[in-house]
């Protein structure tokens, strides 16, 4: 069933008023219809901005935050771009909109294998999906020119800051809780790293290792 062209318009507004208002990343989110990857009884509430359950125990982001997350890479349409936590595939989906190529990652083959069935039936051919602890990035694609976290880390992890291009950006949820976390922004500079912190924000944890399915 297709989307209503005025809930879209209210989907679109809604992210347009929490602060989502870079044009590219609003048509990137307009293209992708975010009930393919909610299901069940979840589909129907696709286009509320709020974080819905997936499989596996994890979460598809809320809508106006992966606008805001996506806004914040700063997503340029040459760019490779890493994500770590495929979830449901939403936000990588939006990344492919907006860059050359988007490698993803998590930890729950499963996750990965109806990710990658959803690119396949929406024609996304841009993406390559792979399982694996994310910490440690992709080292055979290196570097990249942006990296998105959609899990909280206490900390950058060592190996993704290593595989971000000088120049390039790695937008994460960091905190020590489930409660207290901040959306940072790392900038990589010739010389070193540039912080910057954007908004509390709160993400499942970044766990080491495979998932059990
Ligand atoms: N971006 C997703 C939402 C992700 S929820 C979407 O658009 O739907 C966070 C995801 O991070 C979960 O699927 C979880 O399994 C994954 N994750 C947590 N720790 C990880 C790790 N170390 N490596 C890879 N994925 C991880």
């Known amino acids: 069933m297709s989307v209503s062209a005025e809930t879209k318009m209210q989907f679109l507004y809604a992210l347009r008023s929490k602060g989502v208002t ?11 219809d975010r009930a393919v990857f909610v299901k069940g009884i ?17 979460t598809i982001s809320q809508p106006s935050i992966v606008g805001i997350m996506t806004q914040a890479l700063k997503v340029s349409p040459r760019d490779k771009v890493l994500e770590i936590g495929t979830g449901s595939g939403y936000q990588a989906a ?4 907006l860059a050359r190529r988007v490698y993803t990652v998590d930890r ?23 399982t694996a602890d994310g910490s440690y990035g992709f080292a055979e694609q290196a570097p990249f020119d ?9 900390d950058p992890p060592g190996p993704l800051l290593q595989q971000l291009r000088v120049g390039g950006i790695m ?23 540039d912080y910057e912190e954007l908004r509390p924000v709160r993400f499942v944890p970044l766990l080491e290792g495979l998932g059990a399915d």
């Open 171 to 193: 937008v994460l949820p960091v905190g020590q809780s489930d409660t207290v976390q901040s959306l940072i922004r790392v900038t990589r500079l010739e010389t070193g790293f």
């Open 94 to 97: 939006i990344l492919s909109h």
């Open 108 to 130: 729950y083959r499963r996750l990965v294998t109806q990710a990658q069935a959803i690119f396949t039936a929406q024609d996304i051919t841009n993406i390559t999906t792979f």
């Open 42 to 58: 979840f589909a129907e509430r696709a286009y509320e901005d709020m974080p819905l359950p997936i499989s596996c125990g994890q």
């Open 146 to 154: 942006k990296i998105l976290l959609t899990a909280a880390a206490e």
């Open 22 to 32: 870079d044009t590219k990343v609003l048509t990137a989110m307009e293209r992708v």
